[in-house]
């Protein structure tokens, strides 16, 4: 019988070293990975993850994405309320963190002995009604996320232009500003900074209100959940717990717009190897398309390819539109950028937005503006917004 194999997320407990140490002394099973981010949970091959209840990535999606492919996900607490976290976020199985390594491959070893069942029910009965998993989840909003190719090229214009067009359309619209680096949709539309996506992520975890009454209404139509009010506050947010602020949204809402940082590459810091910008991975990896905002110049352009080359693995399959903002120049030049965009990538649109500074007065008064010739971009890159996303969002409701 072959050993079961093991992926260990990164933790700074002593269990992780103790079971590292005793199954290459004693077998019994094998450590096949060590888990730095969400990404190698899910791409990576093995039969159980072995994960903290205090990892910055774990979430209800993380365990969710790693049972659809027949892995198990066993949980690791010392406290009662990580006990308590680990059940609701639907792990197959706990452990304290003091038990013995024997106890951990034991445990180990029934698991990967296991069927997910469950799922295998569910699966059958869709099949009896002729409907899909997905397709039963058809009442989820979708996920949209919205980048900058870099800083200051105006991603959060772009995310309150599309926020306010969808809600003019008559779609349930709440936007969320979960960039871990500059966050400024609540100052871009003069609204408070409390309760945000912080207050929101503590309601998810310790089940004491509801996510609803995070959000602020603006006058537009649409609700937006406050980012962070400093991006020092981001150093005790997990990424995981964003990621289920948002499935929640979701399931109230036909479209969840995310804001998220510029920066997407994995920075490893810290004892257990927690890197920053996990926010904005775990959202590509959960959105079903996104919005990438770039300058008009060439630095502009090689940071959009950079951009690209971080996220491909993240979003090889959803459709990424394009826009190039604050174009001041004629028909010739913005010929020359389409085209060397479309011989690097393969984005679903490639749009221009012109400069327009009455956008910078509306920003100093928290107005949307009267900006027609913006508007008219935004309107445009809804409608190909609404006909790319006809799946229901990744995100587990």
């Avoid at 194999?5 to 450590?31: C, E, N």
Wanted: with cysteine.
């Amino acid at each position: 019988m072959t050993a079961a194999s093991i992926a260990i997320a990164a933790s700074g407990r002593d269990w992780a070293l103790g079971l590292h140490r005793f199954v290459a002394d004693h077998g019994g099973a094998r450590v096949r990975v060590r888990v730095m981010h969400p990404e190698q949970a899910i791409e990576e091959d093995y039969d159980v993850l072995v994960i903290d209840d205090i990892t910055s990535f774990l979430s209800a999606h993380l365990v969710h994405q790693v049972q659809r492919r027949d892995r198990k996900v066993l949980g690791v607490f010392e406290e009662p309320a990580g006990e308590q976290r680990l059940h609701a976020l639907g792990v197959n199985a706990v452990i304290r963190a003091d038990s013995p390594p024997d106890a951990f491959v034991q445990a180990i070893v029934d698991l990967a002995a296991q069927h997910n069942v469950d799922q295998e029910f569910a699966e059958l009965i869709a099949d009896l009604h002729g409907r899909s998993g997905v397709e039963n989840r058809s009442n989820a909003g979708r996920v949209i996320a919205v980048a900058g190719a870099g800083g200051g090229v105006g991603a959060t214009e772009v995310a309150v232009g599309v926020s306010a067009e969808l809600a003019r359309r008559g779609r349930r619209v709440c936007l969320v500003d979960a960039d871990d680096v500059a966050p400024a949709v609540a100052q871009r539309l003069h609204l408070p900074l409390y309760p945000n996506l912080r207050t929101a992520m503590d309601h998810v975890q310790h089940r004491n209100g509801s996510v609803r009454d995070t959000v602020h209404a603006h006058r537009a139509g649409f609700t937006v959940l406050a980012g962070l009010p400093s991006v020092r506050d981001w150093r005790e947010v997990r990424p995981g717990e964003a990621v289920d602020v948002i499935g929640q949204l979701a399931a109230d809402n036909d479209v969840v717009l995310v804001n998220i940082s510029p920066m997407v590459e994995q920075m490893m810091e810290g004892p257990r190897g927690e890197g920053r910008f996990g926010v904005a991975r775990l959202i590509l990896s959960a959105a079903e398309s996104a919005v990438v905002v770039a300058g008009p110049t060439p630095i502009g352009i090689a940071r959009l390819i950079e951009w690209h080359a971080e996220t491909h693995r993240l979003i090889p399959e959803i459709p990424v539109h394009i826009l190039i903002n604050r174009l001041e120049d004629g028909r010739f030049v913005k010929g020359e950028i389409e085209q060397e965009i479309r011989e690097v990538l393969a984005p679903a649109s490639v749009s221009f937005a012109p400069h327009d500074p009455k956008l910078a007065r509306a920003t100093w008064e928290g107005t949307l503006g009267p900006a027609p010739a913006f508007r008219r971009v935004i309107e445009t890159m809804v409608v190909r917004l609404v006909a790319a996303t006809n799946h229901s969002s990744a995100l587990p409701s």
